[in-house]
């Protein structure tokens, strides 16, 4: 159980940042291995249900095997969302050219590009490169021919002409490119509006409800595998700020469905768009909903999202660390370790998503996401070394 769990949370994370992927690059092919791996996350979820009910061998087993359940329905449901988001491109709905530039310059973003001969990628596995933890960025499929592989492991030797999907930092889009023997890249580059149309609202709104809903899921799993009520309340909060956001941006595209300037068929995809971020929150939700109630939890939900191939690590800012009195963008935190943070804690109070200019201090707490290879360098960074309790079993932080 705890296997296919952390497996099936994978499959959908990796189906939603797959589902941005087809919509920005506009591939077919990618949204046909969004629908392959729904087929998987089905099977996966039929193979839990009838396991649940095998488990359970006492009435008093039931309501902790029903909270395994409940995450298990809300994980399906993410999966079925990234479905709805490459629905815009296998059923040509459209978006505006302006939400691909706002998608282009997001916290995190997806870029393609292709392996050249004698390039430093070619004919080397992938772990020769450790680029979550070097330059912010993972693999997170792999095109060769008419194949596609889907989260590559780190044997997996590339060739030339392997077409890669990443998914990171857009600061490690030149490093990337100059590994693969690419050409240079530039973003799509869209006109300034010397003023502020409904459109420009919407494409807004939406870029960010899907970092907040994003968001939400990261702090849902987080949640659960800490225990944490005040990390639930922030998802509740996020998903009351979606809903409202939903509703601008109905308002907004309706609007702007009447610019004569502007194609009104390309406005079907926005609102696809929003319902599927609002429902990801949703689903992040009704996660938290077993926190928030005090429902008891089975230890396998903490095993299953902890064998997930992203760790959660909360972690305190030491005193004269080097994070204590630093902003997150001079750390590079998602270059080296290769961690993004979710959230920073101050004074018993969340701030998500903070941005780069986010001043840490000593006694603040941080939620960070990334490669559990890396979690001894944010650490450090923090001024704590991390030692086995060989006791307890657990980690414990001890000050450098």
């Not at 046909?32 to 099977?43: F, P, Y």
């Not at 702007?256 to 609102?271: F, N, T, V």
């Not at 201090?361 to 944010?378: K, M, T, V, Y």
Request: glycine share 6%; net charge negative.
């Amino acid at each position: 159980m705890r296997e296919m769990l952390a497996e099936a949370k994978d499959t959908s994370e990796l189906m939603v940042d797959l589902a941005y992927a087809a919509l920005y690059f506009n591939d077919l092919d990618m949204a046909d291995e969004v629908s392959s791996l729904e087929a998987k996350l089905n099977q996966l979820v039929y193979d839990m249900r009838a396991l649940c009910i095998v488990a359970v061998r006492h009435p008093r087993e039931a309501e902790a095997m029903a909270a395994v359940l409940q995450v298990v329905a809300a994980v399906e449901r993410i999966g079925d969302d990234a479905v709805d988001i490459t629905r815009i491109v296998t059923r040509k709905l459209g978006i505006p050219p302006e939400l691909l530039h706002d998608l282009s310059v997001a916290e995190e973003v997806s870029h393609r590009l292709m392996i050249a001969h004698g390039s430093s990628f070619a004919n080397r596995p992938l772990s020769a490169f450790e680029l979550p933890t070097t330059v912010g960025m993972r693999v997170m499929a792999i095109r060769r021919h008419r194949n596609w592989i889907v989260d590559p492991a780190g044997d997996f030797v590339l060739i030339p002409d392997d077409v890669l999907i990443f998914r990171g930092s857009p600061d490690a889009i030149p490093s990337l490119r100059h590994l693969a023997g690419a050409p240079e890249w530039l973003p799509p580059v869209m006109e300034e509006h010397t003023t502020l149309t409904d459109l420009d609202r919407a494409i807004d709104t939406l870029v960010d409800m899907k970092d907040l809903s994003e968001m939400a899921v990261g702090l849902a799993y987080s949640s659960l595998v800490l225990r944490d009520r005040s990390l639930a309340a922030e998802v509740r909060h996020l998903e009351d700020r979606l809903d409202e956001m939903n509703n601008r941006l109905e308002l907004w595209v309706l609007r702007s469905a009447g610019d004569k300037a502007g194609d009104p068929a390309q406005l079907r995809g926005l609102l696809q768009l929003g319902r599927a971020a609002e429902d990801i929150g949703d689903q992040a939700q009704q996660m938290v909903w077993l926190v928030e109630t005090s429902t008891e939890l089975h230890p396998v939900l903490g095993m299953a999202l902890g064998d997930a191939d992203d760790v959660v690590f909360r972690l305190p800012i030491g005193a004269g660390s080097r994070m204590d009195g630093a902003t997150l963008k001079s750390l590079t935190l998602p270059v080296e370790p290769g961690f993004n943070v979710l959230a920073v804690e101050r004074d018993g109070r969340y701030r998500y998503r903070p941005h780069g200019t986010a001043r840490l201090e000593a006694g603040d707490h941080i939620l960070a996401s990334g490669p559990e290879e890396g979690q001894e360098a944010l650490a450090e960074m923090a001024g704590w070394r991390m030692v086995d309790d060989d006791d307890a079993g657990e980690i414990e932080l001890e000050p450098l």
